[in-house]
């Protein structure tokens, strides 16, 4: 029990000051908004709601800016510590001024040196313009927050949980992040807010088509999490951050193993025809511990997936294709996706999974206008680049570039698997007879003969690319029954643990972008 | 009026509805053919169909419109 002083009866009313954050007002506005309190969201996020606080006297002597519209502090989640900034915004609506800025780039100067997971809990409005001179262009001003992002990045993981606006320069802090949790109805992110973009472009549209959480969840892919509430984003982020070590020099946990969801097998779920669709998803739930997987970008390029899971309990990051979406087929942002999740995965020492069951690329004028071949190839520098144990799994087709960016047997990974079902060629039997034969197959005309002609011609082709004389041929490195699949998979995975690639001799590779 | 678009460039391969027929959403309302794949393309919610704007054979790109919903 605390003597009671004059001088603890200061402190005392000052901390009940900061304790209670902006007028009531504000905090009335955030329950009708299903938002909460800066201090709930902490108390729910850390370990039974205990943490240390920095900087909590900041601008206290303003008299309305209890602890600048922002609390940083360190704490443990799931039994990690970790370091967190989280706006508060019933002060001035989370704006930054300059000492809220100082206290973003001291919590993570401290993430850095104790080499811990930084999250931020973005709810801002943006900057406090009337304080630009002291936050904005200096040395220790707001750029400083992303010059530190950049520079932790892939040392520590580091996680945003958007909670409520992220305006202007602040919505970089969402973009330098390792992944973004948005609460749909609340979270947005946006350079310019619609009254801007009315004003100075003349356009006119609402918060969410211009920067809403569903809009970057599924279309411009800012958003890597949809969530329905707080609660919900808190819990997402406590179940991600199991999956990581506390920063690059560690590896990640393994626990306790659990046996596979019940479902029908892999035989029953893959259909032999190369063409016809299947949800990836029921494949992957037979592969994986049952209720680990950890969907990333679970709404945007829904032609491949990403996640993480456990396979006996060891993490791993799954990418596989997704035949009941666009035929599985790669575009532009699935190779973005992808790119971006294989290089989360190699930063932080987590095992690849590749499932491939891949048409190729997409073609046509309208994906070449949008560059689709600048970004797959980050998807393939990505991919090739890692050098965590590698797997790739043929589960149908993989037809020419598709093979490799889902890491054939040219990019190293430890072992290139095929199913009986598998089939890798250049493109598949009807377009590669076409693209040789079109001219003989024109000529014949009778329709009978002409069908009976393909067919033969498809027949040949098949038996030239068959999975077994790839296999003789050491193409490809096993050939396994699905029903085994899992276990080889475990088995491998933890063969491969100790893999060990040096990096080349080089500054950095000249990326694609 | 509500429209589906088509995902991806593709060939019409089999159209499953008429105007003037109820759809929920999530039904296969059509299956295009690209990359030799078969891609069915779903109702993203109910309503009764308007108009079907396209042709079996018929090439489409992404963007197109291929039904409208009244």
Redo the contacts between chains.
């Keep these: 029990m605390t003597e009671k002083t004059a001088y603890n009866e200061r402190l005392e009313q000052k901390l009940t000051t900061i304790f209670a954050g902006g007028h009531s007002k504000y905090h009335e506005k955030m329950k009708e908004q299903n938002k909460l309190f800066v201090r709930d969201r902490l108390a729910l996020l850390f370990d039974d709601g205990v943490y240390l606080e920095d900087g909590r006297f900041a601008n206290s002597e303003a008299g309305d800016l209890p602890a600048d519209g922002v609390v940083t502090a360190t704490g443990k989640v799931g039994g990690q510590q970790v370091c967190v900034m989280a706006n508060d915004s019933t002060v001035k609506a989370g704006s930054w001024g300059s000492r809220t800025v100082e206290k973003i780039i001291r919590i993570q100067e401290i993430a850095e040196k104790t080499r811990v997971p930084m999250l931020y809990l973005v709810d801002s409005a943006g900057a406090r313009i009337t304080d630009q001179l002291d936050m904005f262009p200096n040395r220790r001003g707001a750029g400083r927050i992303f010059h530190n992002q950049v520079r932790m990045s892939g040392f520590v993981p580091q996680v945003c949980l958007l909670f409520g606006p992220s305006a202007a320069g602040g919505a970089y802090i969402p973009a330098f992040c390792d992944i973004v949790i948005m609460v749909e109805g609340n979270a947005s992110m946006y350079l310019g807010s619609p009254r801007m973009a009315e004003k100075v472009i003349g356009e006119k549209v609402t918060l969410e088509e211009m920067g809403g959480a569903r809009m970057h969840c599924t279309i411009s892919g800012c958003g890597d999490v949809l969530v329905t509430s707080e609660q919900e984003a808190i819990a997402e982020v406590q179940r991600y951050l199991a999956y990581f070590p506390a920063n690059f020099t560690e590896m990640p946990k393994v626990v306790e193993p659990k046996a596979v969801k019940e479902g029908r097998s892999l035989e029953a779920i893959i259909p032999e025809n190369q063409n016809a669709p299947f949800d990836m998803y029921e494949a992957i739930d037979q592969l994986i511990d049952e209720g680990t997987f950890f969907n990333i970008k679970k709404l945007f390029a829904t032609e491949i997936i990403t996640g993480l899971a456990r396979i006996e309990g060891q993490a791993v990051g799954i990418i596989a294709n997704q035949p009941k979406a666009k035929g599985g087929v790669l575009f532009g942002d699935s190779a973005d996706k992808a790119a971006k999740f294989i290089n989360l995965c190699d930063a932080f020492g987590i095992p690849l999974l590749f499932l491939a069951d891949v048409p190729g690329f997409m073609i046509g004028t309208k994906v070449e206008r949008a560059g689709i071949i600048r970004h797959g190839a980050k998807l393939i520098m990505a991919m090739s680049s890692a050098t965590v144990p590698k797997i790739s799994v043929i589960v149908r087709k993989a037809y020419g570039a598709g093979l490799y960016a889902m890491a054939g047997p040219a990019f190293e990974p430890d072992v290139c698997i095929a199913l009986p079902t598998a089939q890798i060629a250049v493109m598949g039997p009807e377009a590669a007879v076409n693209a040789v034969l079109a001219n003989k197959i024109e000529s014949i005309e009778d329709p009978k003969e002409r069908l009976k002609f393909v067919q033969e011609k498809h027949q040949e082709y098949k038996e030239q690319i068959d999975i077994y004389k790839l296999a003789s041929e050491m193409i490809i490195d096993e050939i396994v029954a699905p029903s085994d699949l899992r276990e080889v998979l475990a088995m491998r995975f933890s063969a491969y643990s100790t893999k060990h690639i040096p990096q080349p001799p080089r500054k950095h590779p000249v990326y694609p972008v | 009026m509500k429209q589906l678009l088509s995902?991806?460039?593709g060939t019409v391969f089999t159209i499953g509805v008429n105007a003037g027929d109820d759809v929920t959403a999530g039904q296969s309302v059509m299956v295009l053919e690209?990359?030799?794949?078969?891609?069915?393309v779903e109702a993203e919610t109910a309503g009764k169909v308007a108009t079907v704007n396209a042709q079996v054979g018929d090439f489409v790109?992404?963007?197109d419109v291929l039904l409208t919903f009244e």
């Design positions: 995902t991806m460039a690209s990359m030799k794949m078969e891609i069915p790109n992404e963007g």
